[in-house]
Structure formats: structure tokens, C-alpha cells
């Protein structure tokens, strides 16, 4: 029964593999970008460096940690539109009875074009991190960055899907994912290490879970060291069944609401 | 003379149906106005926490970035609300959109470029303004030469914008592209441009007219000369008049009927 | 001394040049890039015709005849590869701007009401795109309103209103800078029964009134018989018929439906050109082939069986008619 259900995953994400594929257009356009702010940057950190730097960081190590965060950030794909015009269609009245929970499906098919993006989006980031610096941090740091980068983007992902189910209280809900993803790149640390930010912003963002979806996979780079991976793995997992109770919960409120209104 | 003063009602007449649509739904358009200011806030957050512990970079202060930042948003939010027609041009070329157009009296771009309002470009325009007015470069007597400015600033993007979707006349639909190069071009102006080596520096003030969208326009608005006041202006009519003899030519050829595709 | 025809065309032709891809990878890809393939498509073949103020004409072809390309050189849209054409006496090419106010456009397929605001907004956009002076929109928009019956409508936006109701103001629209002559792109399409009625009415008495020229392509071969008078088929490019609908059915009638409602529950009916297509339930549909037998003799042949109560002879409906022209256009090709 187990092995069913998995294959009907599997199913929906290799859909999604397909729709990935199709859609390369937008994903060349993301690897261009990559490489333009990651030469922006590594100009901007160069030149940090020869103001003299306060914190004891070197600029290559800094591009680096910025190829890590865009990594992560890009891979995610924005799969709140998708929940939105599948709630505006009236899809998901049609699937709530099906065996298969809309969500796990949804969050199947966004996995499945998470493992499209990822891998090129990664190959991207450390050719031009390493074309801009000339240089490789050491290759465990990179390897610690992988596992819990995905993680990251997974649990991202679950968050953009949790601002998609808001479209059945909301009439748009593009504002929302606008300002929730502004928050990310702040309080996750995006361009800048969070360290680097005043004391009461730190202490703000350890409240979120952002630091633990940007700034907590890209430190390896910064540390050169897979130092902090169980805290690290503790905090993603402890925000991502947050994710999940949160998910689970708006879904089961839209169903109420719409059994209430007669589907 | 009598048929310019048509053409400035027929655009004012759009420009006002444009709003109306816009405010019919009052929730939404605050809502985009007010999403994007903080949206531009965000971003500056960066520069806020970067320049606390490093004053000053290659001759760049906190206060240069925000006049660049402003004039960059203020443009921008100026050619989405008045021309938002730019950014779909590639759709309106593609599904013939512009067929109701040429059927019409009016100059076709014109009236293309007038048929969307994005709300969220006052919200581009208000933060825009702040950022200039709270960076301390600027003296208020300054004023006229921010909005040229800005108005520079605005044209160079709409230039841009109508260039690279005019590129759908020869090579289909192009929308995706367009965009992201639209993207690139915004992404390039807000950053200070001793950033950039030599190589990209002529791009960015050729091929890519970063250049003319930011630095330029933000060099006049601080440290306003004749010369610069010419050569902002200049630059921003050769390419927005480039730009409306590649889209004319476009017509011509879509008016031919060589395209993707065939209609009975 | 004849007056200037609202559209005079003289042999237009016009051909687009597609670029088909071809099928492959990525080398194929490059190839199309650097030597793409070109295919030439005859849309419109030396087509004249010629039509006057007023006349209600009925543009018919099958999807991929032309009809469309020919609409929109007319319009200005599109520019002829050869033959000579004026609308208004204006060449739509070279005087797109000076004939765009005399023309108007309808799109069934697409809208020019504005979704978010009320009709009346948008009519006061184009009172600024045809540049009318305000005392004669103001004029023009009531005469407007009271003839579609426009009042209720007028303040409600358009996503509000139903697909019949936007018909009409649709074609209010195209009417408010009086026009001299109308284009018409399926202007009934997904419209229900009473909402084609209505705007095949009001089409109608416009053009009766004011003499406004009418182009109307459709599917719906009623738009034709209600609105028109004249109908020119064109197939694969060239004029295969213009005349009058009445012409039309005479030319190409050669068979009648009697309908015979009859005392008896089914009639047995078994004539040389007589088809039956439907009997029983007390009422018989038949088919008659005029060469072979007559409306006469059927009548008879009923009589004797059986009292009638009730009898229509209907026409061949004009789509058949139509078919039967494009069947005999292919045929025609297929000898030469």
C-alpha cells in the first residue's frame, strides 16, 4: 500500500521533471542572472576588501557563500502561482476527494522540478563562483553545502506552496509571497552573512526560520568546515515540521470552508 | 499643430481610463503600491548594513547609493504606470493585439504602450523619491534637474523594453527573453559602476545602456553641469528614437505577413 | 453617374511566406537558424469583387480560405502583394490613418471593452481615439443607447455583464464614430439563440438606417440570412460565388425538404428521388431531388396514403448549399 502511494509521487514529480524541462526558457534566463550577480559581487567584495574589511572574511569566501544563498533561492521553484490558479480553476475541489492529498501532490511535483533546477543551478554557481574568484573552497565545506542546500530549498519550497493555499482567502496573493521572500533575503542573509548585520537584526532573525533556508547551508562555505551540521539539521528539521503542521492546517481549514459552501 | 494637440488628449484619455481601471479595485492597487515600497526598502537594507561597517566604497557613500536607487526606481515606477504597455508588447505583437490597434487612427506604439497601468510603479516612484530626498545629496533648489533625472532614466528603460520585445517582429515570441534582459538592465543600473571593468563598462553604456538608466542620470542629479544635462538628455532621445524606428519597421514587416505561422 | 463603391478590389493577391521548422535536434535547430526553410502560402489568389454603399454583404468561406487576410488588407492590416484595393475610395495601405476613421471593427473573438470599468468609459476612450468632438459623442452615445437599449448596462463594468449584453455594446462601440462602413469577424460566435437575434436585429436596422456598409464573416449561416442580402464564397483563396442569397439557393437548389404531418402514424413512401429521413410518430421528413421527382408528386403520393394535417417544404438550408459549392470547387480542382 506503501509502495502504491510512493508511485504515485514518483508519478507527479517525474510530470513535473517534464514541465521543468519545458520551461528552460525561464531557467537559462536564472543561470545568466546567476552569473552576472556573482561577478557584480565578487567586484563588490574586492572592493570591500581594499576599504578595508572590518570582519575577517575573505572576499572569495564571500562570493562563495552568495553562489550558496542564490543557489538555494533560485532553485526553489515559485510554485505559489501554480497553487493559485489551481485554487482560482476550482482544481482542487475536484482533487480533494481523490486518495491522493492535494498537497502531497503538489509538494511531489515541486520537488520534482526542485531536482531539475537544482543540479544546473548548482553547476552554474560554482563555475562562475570559480571563475570569478579563481578559486575552490575545500571540497567537504561544498560537500556539506549540498544535503541540507536541497533541504533548504525543499523547506522554501514548502513555504511558497503554504502562500499559494492563502489564495483561498485571498483574491492575489503575489504581495504576500513579495514580502514574505523580501524577508528572506534579509533575515536569511542573502548577500550579506547575518553576522555582519546589527545585534538586533540577528537577534530578530534567529526567530525566523530563514537563517536555517540561507545563511545556515552557505556557512559551511564561510567556516571551510562542516562545523554546526547538527545544529543546523535540527533547526531545518524543527521548521520544517513546522512547515508541514502549517500547510496541513490551511489545507484542512479551505476544506472546511468549501464543504461549508457546498464545494 | 492641431494633430500633436490631438495625439496629447488621445494619451491623456488613456492614461486617465488607465488609472480608473487601476482604482476600480481599491484593495489592490494600495496593496501593490504598498508592497512595493517595502519590496525597494528590502533591498536597500543591504547597503544600509553593508555601509555601517564600511563607510565608504571606491568613492561610493551611503547617500550615492540612494540617489542611484532612487532614480533607477523612480524611472522605472514612471515607465510601468505611463507606458505600461512595454512590458506585454511581446504578447500584443504575438496575438495580434495589434491588429485592433492598426485598425485604429491612433500612432500604434503610442497607443500600445498606453493600453496597461502597473499600480505597483507608484510605489517604485514613492520610495524612488524618498531615497533621493533622504540621501543628503541633493538640495531642493535641485529639484528640476532630479526629475530630468528621472525622466531620462525613464525613457532609457522604456527604450530598452520597446527594443527588446520589437525583437518578436523577427524572431517570434520573445517574451521570456525580453523580460529577463529588461531584468539584467534594471539588475546592472543600481549597482555603482566603478564596480564594473572596463570590458562590460562599454557595454553597459552601449549594448546594455545601464549607464544611461543609473549612473548618468544620478551624476547629473548630484553634481548637475550643462554638459551632463546634454549629454542625459541626448542619450536618452537617440535610443528611445532608435527604439521607435525598430518598432516601425516591425510594422512594416508584420504588415507584410511574413511571420510564424499562417492565417486564412 | 455611379457612386464610389464602399470597396472596390482588382485582383488582390497575397501570399505569407511561413518558416516551417524542422524536425530534429539540435542541428536541425542551427540549420533553421542559419537557412531557415521557407514555404509560400497562397492566401487570397486573384480575388475581385466590388460592393456598394449600403449593401449588406456576407463573407463566407471555409477556415483557411482567405477570408480573414482579405478582411484585414481591407482594414489596413495587412499589406496586398498585388492587385488594387480601395475601400472609401482610400487605399487602406497608404491611407490607414485617414480611413481608420471611417471604419469600424468588430472582433467576436476579441474585446475592446475595458474588463474592469463600466461601457461608458470605454466609449469615452474612443470618443478620444476618433478624436469626435464632445457635443457630437454626446449625441452619437445617446442615439446609441436608446437604439441598443444600452441605459441599464452603461455604469456596469464589463466582467459584470453577460456575453450578449457585451455583444452589444461591442458593436455600439465599433458605431460611435459613425462609420461609413462596418467589419465584422464572427460577431455572434458563443452567443446564445435570443442574444444572435437581438444583435442580427440591431445589425440590420443600422445599417438600413444610416447606410452603413456591412463585411460580415461568420460561421453561422442564419447571421447571413437575417442580416444580408448578398453573400461572396471564397475557397482557398478565389471568389467562388457573389450574388444575391437568393441567387444562391436557385443555383444550387436541387433538392426541397417536405416535412408532412400526417392521421396516419407512418407513411410508406417509396418514390424515385425521394429520401426519407425520418417517419413515424405521426409526422414523415422527406427529401426531394428536383430532377427526378417534383414537389407535386410527393403531395400526392402523401394524399393518397393518408389525410395531412399539416405540410412545410423548406429550401435546402443554405450551409448544404454552400457544401455543395465547395465540393464542387474541389472536384473542379481535382480534374485540372
Known amino acids: 500500500m506503501r509502495a502504491a502511494a510512493a508511485a504515485k509521487y514518483v508519478a507527479f514529480a517525474r510530470v513535473a521533471t517534464a514541465l521543468a524541462r519545458r520551461d528552460r526558457g525561464e531557467l537559462y534566463g536564472r543561470m545568466l542572472f546567476f552569473a552576472v550577480i556573482l561577478g557584480v559581487f565578487s567586484s563588490l567584495w574586492r572592493a570591500v576588501a581594499e576599504a578595508g574589511m572590518p570582519i575577517a572574511a575573505d572576499p572569495k569566501l564571500l562570493v562563495w557563500y552568495l553562489a550558496t544563498t542564490e543557489w538555494i533561492i533560485l532553485s526553489a521553484p515559485p510554485v505559489h502561482t501554480d497553487v493559485q490558479e489551481s485554487i482560482r480553476r476550482g482544481d482542487v475541489v475536484c482533487r480533494i476527494g481523490r486518495p491522493v492529498s492535494y498537497v502531497g501532490a503538489a509538494f511531489a511535483e515541486a520537488l520534482g522540478l526542485l531536482a531539475v533546477r537544482a543540479p544546473l543551478l548548482a553547476a552554474t554557481a560554482w563555475a562562475c563562483a570559480f571563475a570569478f574568484t579563481g578559486w575552490i573552497p575545500s571540497l567537504t565545506s561544498l560537500a556539506w553545502t549540498l544535503p541540507f542546500g536541497f533541504a533548504a530549498a525543499a523547506l522554501i519550497t514548502a513555504m511558497y506552496l503554504w502562500i499559494g493555499l492563502l489564495a483561498f482567502w485571498l483574491e ?92 | 499643430m492641431r494633430e500633436r494637440s490631438n495625439h496629447l488628449a488621445f494619451v491623456s484619455a488613456l492614461l486617465a481610463t488607465n488609472l480608473k481601471a487601476a482604482v476600480a479595485l481599491r484593495g489592490a492597487f494600495v496593496i501593490q503600491v504598498v508592497f512595493m515600497m517595502l519590496n525597494n526598502l528590502t533591498f536597500f537594507v543591504f547597503w544600509w548594513a553593508l555601509m555601517r561597517r564600511v563607510p565608504e566604497l571606491r568613492g561610493w557613500r551611503l547617500g550615492d547609493i540612494q540617489v542611484l536607487f532612487g532614480i533607477v526606481a523612480a524611472g522605472f515606477g514612471l515607465t510601468v504606470t505611463l507606458a505600461g504597455g512595454v512590458r506585454h508588447l511581446s504578447r500584443f505583437i504575438d496575438d495580434g493585439e495589434l491588429d485592433t490597434l492598426l485598425a485604429q487612427p491612433q500612432p500604434v506604439l503610442l497607443h500600445a504602450l498606453g493600453l496597461r497601468l502597473q499600480a505597483s510603479g507608484f510605489g517604485d516612484m514613492l520610495s524612488g523619491i524618498a531615497f533621493i530626498a533622504s540621501s543628503g545629496q541633493v538640495s531642493w533648489r535641485a529639484a528640476p534637474v532630479v526629475l530630468l533625472a528621472i525622466a531620462a532614466s525613464a525613457l532609457v528603460i522604456l527604450a530598452c523594453g520597446i527594443l527588446f520585445h520589437s525583437l518578436t517582429f523577427w524572431l517570434g515570441n520573445v517574451d521570456t527573453v525580453a523580460r529577463q534582459l529588461w531584468e539584467l538592465l534594471i539588475t546592472f543600473a543600481l549597482y555603482p559602476e566603478p564596480l564594473f571593468g572596463g570590458g562590460l563598462r562599454l557595454v553597459l553604456f552601449t549594448l546594455l545602456p545601464a549607464g544611461f538608466v543609473g549612473y548618468v542620470p544620478a551624476r ?42 499562417v492565417h486564412g | 453617374m455611379r457612386a464610389t463603391p464602399a470597396v472596390d478590389i482588382t485582383g488582390l493577391c497575397k501570399a505569407f511566406h511561413v518558416r516551417r521548422p524542422r524536425t530534429g535536434g539540435f542541428a536541425a535547430r542551427l540549420q533553421d537558424f542559419v537557412r531557415p526553410l521557407t514555404q509560400t502560402v497562397t492566401a487570397v489568389d486573384r480575388l ?130 459613425a462609420p461609413r462602413i462596418l467589419f465584422l469577424d464572427e460577431p455572434t460566435i458563443g452567443l446564445d439563440v435570443s442574444a444572435k437575434a437581438v444583435i442580427r436585429e440591431l445589425l440590420h436596422t443600422e445599417s438600413a438606417r444610416h447606410g452603413v456598409t456591412l463585411l460580415l464573416t461568420s460561421h453561422d449561416t442564419a447571421d447571413i440570412e437575417r442580416v444580408c442580402e448578398r453573400v461572396i464564397v471564397i475557397h482557398r483563396g478565389r471568389l467562388l460565388w457573389d450574388g444575391t442569397i437568393a441567387d444562391l439557393r436557385r443555383r444550387y437548389l436541387t433538392t426541397k425538404r417536405i416535412t408532412v404531418w400526417s392521421e396516419a402514424e407512418r407513411l410508406d413512401l417509396q418514390l424515385p428521388g425521394v429520401r426519407v429521413l425520418s417517419s413515424g410518430a405521426y409526422r414523415t421528413e422527406l427529401e426531394v431531388a428536383l430532377d427526378v421527382a417534383s414537389v407535386g408528386q410527393v403531395i400526392d403520393a402523401a394524399l393518397a396514403q393518408s389525410a395531412v394535417r399539416d405540410l412545410a417544404i423548406e429550401d435546402a438550408p443554405l450551409d448544404a448549399v454552400i457544401r455543395a459549392l465547395y465540393v464542387e470547387a474541389e472536384a473542379g480542382r481535382a480534374e485540372s
Not at chain 1, 176 to 197: A, D, N, R, S
Not at chain 2, 252 to 260: D, E, L, V
Open chain 1, 172 to 263: 492575489d496573493v503575489s504581495p504576500v509571497f513579495w514580502v514574505v521572500q523580501k524577508l528572506l533575503f534579509v533575515f536569511g542573509g542573502l548577500m550579506l552573512p547575518i553576522e555582519l548585520y546589527p545585534r538586533a537584526m540577528q537577534v530578530a532573525a534567529a526567530w525566523t526560520p530563514f537563517p536555517a533556508m540561507l545563511a545556515g547551508p552557505a556557512s559551511f562555505v564561510l567556516r571551510q568546515s562542516g562545523a554546526g551540521w547538527l545544529m543546523l539539521a535540527l533547526e531545518q528539521s524543527a521548521w520544517g515540521g513546522a512547515a508541514a503542521l502549517a500547510v496541513w492546517w490551511a489545507f484542512r481549514r479551505a476544506s472546511a470552508t468549501l464543504t461549508i459552501n457546498g464545494g
Open chain 2, 220 to 261: 547629473l542629479a548630484q553634481r548637475p553641469t550643462a554638459a551632463l544635462v546634454v549629454l542625459t538628455i541626448a542619450a536618452a532621445s537617440a535610443y528611445l528614437l532608435f527604439a521607435a524606428a525598430v518598432f516601425e519597421r516591425g510594422v512594416k514587416r508584420y504588415a507584410s505577413g511574413s511571420r510564424f505561422g
Open chain 3, 48 to 177: 475581385s469583387f466590388s460592393i456598394d454603399p449600403g449593401e449588406r454583404v456576407a463573407f463566407v468561406g471555409p477556415n483557411g480560405a482567405g477570408k480573414s487576410t482579405t478582411l484585414k488588407v481591407l482594414a489596413g492590416i495587412l499589406q496586398p502583394d498585388a492587385g488594387d484595393v480601395r475601400v472609401l475610395g482610400l487605399e487602406p495601405s497608404r491611407q490607414r490613418r485617414e480611413l481608420a476613421f471611417r471604419v469600424g471593427t468588430v472582433f467576436g473573438q476579441r474585446s475592446q471593452l475595458w474588463y474592469q470599468l463600466p461601457p461608458r468609459d470605454t466609449f469615452a476612450l474612443l470618443g478620444r481615439v476618433y478624436e469626435i468632438a464632445a457635443a457630437d459623442h454626446r449625441r452619437r452615445l445617446d442615439a446609441l443607447t436608446t437604439a441598443f437599449g444600452l441605459d441599464a448596462i452603461l455604469d456596469t463594468p464589463v466582467r459584470q455583464l453577460s456575453l450578449g449584453e457585451r455583444m452589444r455594446c461591442e458593436i455600439a462601440a465599433s458605431l460611435l464614430h
